[in-house]
């Protein structure tokens, strides 16, 4: 199995997935909303900052967004750590 590959372990139903985004884009995803910049989430993920770059740009096309904010926005109603979150702190 490569990195990239939309299989994700324990066979969990995510609105994530159903987007269509790889294991890796969801990590990428996940570090931007979250406030890192692409050169921190290359570094975190010992990747090059264009190969991060290419992430993201494949990110917003999947996600039909055209900037960061606007995918930040929509992936916080997508995320399920989110919602546990929100569940808990009510």
Known sequence: MRVDDPAFEGGQTDVRIASGLSK??????DLIAIGHSNGEIAQRLFLSEKTVKNHVNRIYSKLGVDSRVTAIGLWSTLSPREQQIQSHGA
């Open 24 to 29: 890796r884009e969801t990590e990428v995803m």
